[in-house]
């Protein structure tokens, strides 16, 4: 059966730094609160216009394709993972094999936040393994500047935020001692209202029957989305923060011993574990949970904020280019967030 190796790794992040301070003009927050519960100390805003999911995705995307030594052209299958799409759809899939004028290959969008690139790593390491795909793109990428509250209502949400973009190449090979170990995926719905964006949606079709009774037909049209609902900030992401950091302390290090047990494993082979960077305080939490040496993960929230399905790729991109990480090395990824939904991946770099 062949195997999946990481051939090629890209990020983009915008240019506009945006410090904890400049937060400041929009609403009642603090340089010292933030740092203190969260870690982040700047985040990147893409341009408001000019950049949008799809073209930060597709930056990352043409540094992995180069570093992979292929063309675009090479490419068999995109997976993108977003939460914040270009459009409501269709996905950013297509819209990347557009800007990047591929071949009319498809095009596959994932919806799982925060874990959505380990889960697209998954599928991807899937099509590779049965030998149908030799070169699959897998991206995560998110624009969350443009639909963030920012005033004091939101900011519990907003300060935690940052853009940017990250990709792989993922490759057929059968080079020895590289390759995908293994993948571990789960979820939990009972607690998909604490880390959700409620809107547009359809879940007015949940409403009850004698609610729905006092509407007429246009008006249900509105319960998708009307002024009601950005005047009552619906449209905006909400968060039970404090729940959803209990659960993942709890889910992060079991998802990653998961992982290690599973191909006989331990704490002490591990190189380098990336987590998805949501709180560093969470990081933390995990790191002493599972005793691990602080050459053992990497963390980079402090300059990018929380960027969502893009903080996997964009972490281990940067721990890559750093010489961190070197072939063969025992490198774990790992994410939980909304769903919730949590999962990690094993590999051999
Ligand atoms: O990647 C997706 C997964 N997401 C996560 O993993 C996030 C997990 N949760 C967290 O990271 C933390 O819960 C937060 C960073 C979101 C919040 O930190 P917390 O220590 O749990 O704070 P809290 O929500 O319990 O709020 C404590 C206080 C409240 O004030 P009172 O009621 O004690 O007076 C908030 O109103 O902090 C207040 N607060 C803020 N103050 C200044 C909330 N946000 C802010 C803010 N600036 N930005």
């Known amino acids: 059966m062949?195997?999946?190796?990481?051939?090629?790794i890209g990020m983009y992040v915008p240019e506009n730094v945006v410090t904890n301070n400049d937060l400041l003009k929009y609403m009642d927050t603090s340089d010292e609160w933030i740092r203190e519960r969260t870690g982040i100390e700047e985040r990147r805003y893409a341009h408001r216009t000019r950049e949008t999911t799809t073209t930060?995705?597709?930056?990352?995307?043409?540094?992995?394709?180069?570093?992979?030594?292929?063309?675009?052209?090479?490419?068999?299958?995109?997976?993108?993972?977003?939460?914040?799409?270009?459009?409501?759809?269709?996905?950013?899939?297509?819209?990347?094999?557009?800007?990047?004028?591929?071949?009319?290959?498809?095009?596959l969008d994932v919806r799982n936040q925060c874990s959505g690139?380990?889960?697209a790593l998954t599928v991807a390491d899937q099509f590779i393994k049965s030998g149908m795909y030799k070169n699959i793109l897998v991206v995560g990428a998110e624009k969350h500047?443009?639909?963030?509250?920012?005033?004091?209502?939101?900011?519990?949400?907003?300060?935690?935020?940052?853009?940017?973009?990250?990709?792989?190449?993922?490759?057929?090979?059968?080079?020895?001692?590289?390759?995908?170990?293994?993948?571990?995926?789960?979820s939990d719905g009972n607690s998909a209202e604490i880390l959700a964006m409620y809107n547009p949606g359809?879940?007015?079709?949940?409403?009850?029957?004698?609610?729905?009774?006092?509407?007429?037909d246009a008006e249900i049209g509105d319960l998708f989305f009307s002024h009601a609902m950005i005047d009552k900030?619906?449209?905006?992401?909400?968060?039970?923060?404090?729940?959803?950091?209990?659960?993942?302390?709890?889910?992060?290090?079991?998802?990653?011993?998961?992982?290690?047990?599973?191909?006989?494993?331990?704490?002490?082979?591990?190189?380098?574990?990336?987590p998805h960077q949501a709180n560093l305080r969470i990081a933390q939490f995990v790191q002493k949970k599972l005793q691990l040496r602080d050459d053992q993960v990497y963390n980079n929230i402090q300059k990018y904020g929380n960027t969502t399905a893009a903080s996997v790729p964009i972490a281990l991109c940067e721990a890559w280019e750093k010489g961190l990480i070197k072939n063969g090395d025992l490198v774990c990824l790992a994410a939980f967030g909304s769903g919730f939904t949590w999962a990690s991946s094993l590999l051999r770099w």
């Open 117 to 119: 690139f380990v889960y």
């Open 145 to 186: 500047s443009f639909g963030l509250d920012f005033s004091t209502r939101g900011r519990n949400v907003s300060v935690i935020f940052g853009d940017g973009a990250g990709a792989v190449v993922l490759q057929s090979s059968d080079e020895p001692g590289r390759g995908i170990l293994s993948h571990h995926l789960h």
């Open 2 to 8: 062949p195997k999946s190796i990481i051939a090629g």
């Open 202 to 216: 359809t879940h007015a079709n949940y409403w009850k029957e004698e609610t729905l009774a006092n509407f007429n």
């Open 233 to 274: 900030a619906q449209v905006f992401p909400y968060m039970d923060g404090p729940a959803v950091f209990k659960k993942a302390v709890e889910k992060f290090p079991e998802v990653i011993l998961e992982a290690l047990t599973a191909n006989g494993l331990t704490t002490q082979d591990l190189a380098m574990l990336i």
């Open 56 to 107: 930060m995705g597709v930056e990352a995307a043409q540094i992995a394709i180069e570093r992979a030594g292929i063309t675009a052209q090479e490419i068999d299958f995109i997976i993108f993972a977003t939460l914040s799409p270009d459009y409501y759809f269709p996905g950013c899939g297509v819209l990347l094999q557009r800007a990047m004028q591929m071949k009319e290959i498809g095009a």
